[in-house]
């Protein structure tokens, strides 16, 4: 149920994933409300307000963010839209929640950046919503109190049953080993610096000139390394795992049973444990990282009420953390075509303050 207090929110691109946060803020969110609903299918945006009581159509997405009875945004609109609109979410000086990518080049990515922080305050926040998982958070708590000492290795697998026939071997990268690349620099706390991928024998199933699967390797600055499978048309499910390795033990995410830790007797507790196996493979993302998706919006909603009074309106990844996945995923693109070591370009964050 709704309150006179709550936040109100249109949200641009009703398609899956942008029809799946109308009904989690509308069912399972706690002070906000869709106010205003905006897709470039109108006939489809008509279908989703009309189950919510109070809810306009507005048919141009800048009209949508400029309006009145707009306290906050989503955008799940196509990623080449997003520049536009996260400018004209800065000018309004709205909230807005931006499904990745943050833009779809690297140039337009750090012109946000800069843009956001001319403004002094936090108004963007990037959709990388692993980082609200429950078990990548008891990961990241592992790693951060010290619990297997220093970390050295993460060995990483994302595999999808399929994808649309647009999908070409350059979004591999930016659509899903992107993902990878923000876990990566959320577990450890540092930028990636080189990334390499390699090209194996493409899966006999995967339509004609899909480079799938991909091999990645990302070298981090404290020189840390991550190996990453990206399986794109597996036919089967959808996975994602994670397992980090350590001086003292390893971790593993993933499996369906929650996290899995591996002790030897030089842990310091005297036992030397044993793995799990087992459970169910999730059938899509919407079913591994619900939970996820729900801690994020709620989280974000909290921050945009509160903002006016913290100086925030983001409790998560915010722009500079999308530029930063853009700089290395086109790293990975370059270095998909030519199978080299690419070294990451990106600005120091230092020379942009506030960023």
């Not at 997003?82 to 990518?101: D, S």
């Not at 750090?110 to 008891?138: P, S």
Request: charged share 25%; with cysteine; hydrophobic share 40%.
């Amino acid at each position: 149920m709704s309150g006179s207090n709550d936040l109100r929110i249109a949200v641009l691109g009703v398609g899956m994933m942008g029809a799946d946060h109308v009904a989690r803020i509308t069912e399972r969110i706690k002070g906000a409300t869709v106010a205003v609903v905006n897709d470039y299918f109108t006939e489809k945006a008509e279908q989703i307000a009309a189950g919510i009581p109070g809810c306009r159509v507005i048919g141009d997405p800048l009209d949508a963010i400029a309006d009145p009875d707009v306290d906050a945004v989503v955008l799940a609109t196509p990623g080449p839209t997003h520049e536009k609109q996260l400018l004209a979410c800065l000018e309004h000086g709205k909230p807005v929640m931006c499904e990745k990518p943050l833009t779809t080049d690297v140039a337009t990515s750090l012109e946000i950046v800069k843009r956001e922080a001319e403004l002094g305050k936090k108004l963007i926040q990037v959709g990388f919503m692993r980082r609200f998982d429950h078990e990548y958070e008891q990961l990241k708590s592992l790693i951060d109190d010290g619990t297997f000492g220093q970390v050295l290795l993460a060995h990483c697998v994302h595999r999808n049953p399929a994808v649309p026939p647009s999908f070409d071997s350059s979004m591999i990268v930016k659509d899903s080993l992107v993902h990878e690349v923000d876990v990566t620099r959320f577990l450890f706390d540092e930028e990636i610096t080189s990334v390499q991928i390699l090209r194996p024998a493409a899966n006999p199933g995967a339509p004609e000139g899909l480079q799938d699967p991909q091999i990645a390797f990302f070298t981090t600055e404290s020189g840390r390394h991550v190996d990453v499978e990206v399986f794109v048309t597996t036919g089967v499910a959808y996975e994602v795992r994670t397992e980090i390795v350590a001086e003292k033990g390893s971790a593993f995410i993933g499996l369906d049973v929650g996290l899995v830790r591996k002790f030897g007797t030089g842990a310091g507790n005297g036992r030397s444990g044993a793995g799990m196996s087992g459970g169910e493979i999730t059938p899509s993302f919407k079913e591994r990282f619900g939970q996820a998706y729900d801690v994020e919006i709620q989280r974000w909603v909290n921050a945009a009420r509160t903002g006016a009074e913290t100086g925030t309106y983001i409790d998560g990844p915010g722009a500079w953390d999308g530029y930063a996945a853009a700089a290395v995923c086109a790293a990975g693109v370059q270095s998909l075509e030519t199978g080299e070591r690419v070294a990451v370009d990106m600005v120091d964050r230092s020379s942009i303050p506030g960023a």
